[in-house]
C-alpha cells in the first residue's frame, strides 16, 4: 500500500491560525445566545483545532429575523441585477486572493487534500460565484400569446429567505454552490455549515462582508443538525430550504418542512452509483478512471462509482490494474503534495466505514485489496475493493462514503442495465465503451441524474446535478440551480381594441 501515514510526518504548510469562530448573523460575528461553544477536529491527528460557536433554535430565529428584514426592506432584492453581480464579482476576487488559507481551511477541518483545494476546489468556488453573478441582469421572464384579448407576462422573483444546509465533505463546493445562485436570485440566507467542517464557512461570510454584500443577505449559523438544522426546516418564516446529506436526514427536513410552513423542498441525498465498463474500452484507462472515481476525495463524494460492472472479456484484466494501482495509491497527510487521500473526515465516518468492511467480509463479497486502517493516529483508511458482490449486500445497498469499491462482472448490456438500476439511488453513473450505440442506449436506460461516457466527475458550473428516486430533487448548478430559488408569478392584464392578440 502506497502510504506515507507516518506520526514523524510534520506538515511544511504553515496551518492557520483560525480566525473566525463566532456565528456571524446581520454582518457581525456574535457568540451563540447559550455561550456554548463545540470542538471541531482535525481529523489527521483526532486533535482539537478550535471551540465553535453553537448555534441553535434561537440563534437560527435571530438570523432568519436579519434575513427577513434584509428581504423585506433591504437593498439586496431591490438592486438591479448588473449591481448585485458586481458585488459577486468583487466576493469572488476575495476568494482568490485567500485561495491558501481557504484550502488549509478545509484540509485541517475535513482532510482534504491541501494541493487540490489550491489547484481546484477553491478556484472553482470563485468561478462558480462568476457564472452566477454573470446570470443576476439576465433573470427575465416571458410574454405570453393569449387566446383571448388580454396581455400577460411572466415574473421571476426570488424566492425569499432560504435556509442552506452544507455537507461535510465538499465545504466550500457545496456552500458556494447554494449561496451564488441564491444571491444573484436577489433571496436573502440562513447557513447552517456541516458540524464537522464550520471553519471555512465563517470565512467566506467575513469574506462576503468585504464584497459588500449588505448585512442581513448571508448569516451563517454553526450548530449540530438535531439542533439548528431542525430549526432551519421547521422555521416558519424561511420560505426554501435547499439541503444535502443522507436519505435519513432528508426525510426529517422534508417532514419538517410539511408540518411548519410547506417551505420549498430540494435535496440532494447521495448515491450508489454504477460505473459500466464494456469489453471494447482501454483497460488501463478504465481501471484508472473506475479507482479515481472510489478513492478520489477518500470515496467522501455524493456520486463515487462505488459499483463497478466490467464485461466478463476484459473483466480479469481489469481487476489485476485495480489492484496495482490501488495498491499505488499514496494515503498520507493531506497536506504532502506527494498524497492523494487524506484521512476521512472524523471518527464517526472512519468507524462506519470499517463496519460496511467488515458487513462486506461477513456477507460472502472477496476482499481483493485494502480494507484496513493506517497509521496510529488519524482517520485514514487503505483503498479497499471488494468482488463478487450481489446487489442485496450492504456494500453494494448502502452508500459507504468512503473508498469501498464494489466490483462485479456482467455478460450482456442488458444485465449492466439491470443491475445498474437496482438500487434505491438515482444521482450518477459512468459508462466506458467505444461503441456509440451501447453508450446511447445505456445513459438513456439509467435511471440517474447525470451520465459521463468515458468521463468521470465530469462538473461544470452549466451542467446542473441532480438525483432520481432516493438521490432527491431539485438540481444544483447550471441555470436550473438558479431557478428553483426563484418564483414563477403570471401577471394578465386586459387589452382593448387590439388590432391583434
Known amino acids: 500500500m502506497g502510504s506515507h501515514c507516518d ?8 496551518i492557520p491560525t483560525i480566525k473566525f469562530t463566532k456565528l456571524f448573523i446581520n454582518g457581525e460575528f456574535v457568540d451563540s445566545i447559550s455561550g456554548k461553544t463545540f470542538e471541531t477536529i482535525d481529523p489527521r491527528t483526532g486533535d482539537v483545532i478550535a471551540r465553535i460557536a453553537e448555534g441553535d433554535e434561537e440563534d437560527i430565529d435571530l438570523a432568519v429575523k436579519a434575513a427577513r428584514d434584509a428581504f423585506d426592506h433591504g437593498p439586496w432584492p431591490r438592486l438591479p441585477g448588473s449591481e448585485r453581480a ?18 488549509a481551511l478545509d484540509t485541517i477541518d475535513a482532510g482534504k487534500l491541501f494541493s ?19 446570470a443576476a441582469d439576465k433573470i427575465h421572464g416571458d410574454v405570453l400569446k393569449m387566446s383571448r384579448e388580454f396581455h400577460a407576462y411572466t415574473l421571476r422573483e426570488p424566492i425569499g429567505v432560504v435556509g442552506h444546509i452544507i455537507p461535510w465533505n465538499y465545504p466550500s463546493t457545496m456552500l458556494l454552490m447554494k449561496i451564488s445562485p441564491a444571491l444573484a436570485a436577489g433571496c436573502t440566507m440562513v447557513v447552517k455549515p456541516a458540524e464537522q467542517t464550520p471553519l471555512s464557512a465563517l470565512y467566506y ?6 464584497a459588500g454584500i449588505p448585512n442581513g443577505v448571508l448569516n451563517v449559523v ?15 418564516d424561511i420560505d426554501a430550504v435547499s439541503f444535502t446529506g443522507s436519505p435519513e436526514v432528508g426525510r426529517k427536513v422534508m417532514k419538517a418542512a410539511a408540518e411548519s410552513n410547506l417551505k420549498v423542498v430540494s435535496l440532494e441525498l447521495g448515491g450508489k452509483s454504477p ?3 464494456f469489453d471494447d474500452a482501454d483497460v488501463d484507462a478504465a481501471a ?43 494515503v498520507g497527510d493531506p497536506f504532502d503534495p506527494e498524497v492523494q487521500q487524506g484521512p476521512q473526515v472524523d471518527k464517526k465516518q472512519f468507524e462506519r ?11 460472502g463479497a472477496t476482499l481483493l485489496t485494502g480494507g484496513k486502517p493506517l497509521g496510529r493516529k488519524g482517520y485514514y483508511i487503505e483503498p479497499t475493493i471488494f468482488t463478487d458482490f450481489k446487489e442485496e449486500m450492504l456494500i453494494a445497498k448502502d452508500e459507504i462514503f468512503g473508498p469501498v469499491m464494489a466490483l462485479a462482472k456482467f455478460k450482456t448490456i442488458e444485465e449492466a442495465i439491470a443491475r445498474a438500476n437496482n438500487s434505491r439511488y438515482g444521482l450518477a453513473a459512468g459508462i466506458v465503451t467505444k461503441d456509440l450505440n451501447v453508450a446511447n442506449t445505456v445513459s438513456r436506460s439509467i435511471r440517474a441524474g447525470t451520465i459521463w461516457i468515458n468521463c468521470y466527475f465530469a462538473f461544470d458550473n452549466d451542467c446542473p446535478v441532480g438525483g432520481y428516486k432516493m438521490s432527491g430533487f431539485g438540481s444544483d448548478l447550471g441555470l436550473e440551480g438558479l431557478y428553483k430559488y426563484l418564483h414563477v408569478k403570471s401577471v394578465v392584464t386586459p387589452i382593448y381594441n387590439t388590432p391583434w392578440l
Request: with cysteine.
Open 288 to 330: 484508472q478512471l473506475a479507482l479515481t472515481g472510489i478513492v478520489y476525495n477518500k470515496g467522501e463524494i455524493c456520486v463515487a462509482s462505488s459499483r463497478v460492472y466490467v464485461q466478463e472479456g476484459i473483466y480479469d484484466e481489469v481487476v489485476k490494474k485495480l489492484v496495482e494501482k490501488a495498491k499505488a495509491w499514496v
Open 275 to 277: 460505473l459500466i465498463i
Open 86 to 103: 458586481r458585488i459577486m464579482m468583487k466576493f469572488a476576487d476575495l476568494i482568490d486572493q485567500n485561495v491558501e488559507e481557504l484550502a
Open 222 to 236: 454553526t450548530g449540530f443538525g438535531p439542533t439548528a438544522g431542525a430549526a432551519v426546516s421547521t422555521h416558519m
Open 205 to 210: 461570510a467575513h469574506l462576503a462582508k468585504l
Open 7 to 14: 506520526d514523524s510526518i510534520v506538515s511544511s504548510v504553515k
Open 353 to 363: 466505514i470499517l463496519t460496511y468492511i467488515e458487513h462486506g467480509k461477513r456477507e
Open 116 to 134: 487540490m483545494g489550491k489547484a481546484v476546489d477553491i478556484p472553482q468556488v470563485a468561478a462558480t460565484l462568476r457564472y452566477y453573478a454573470g
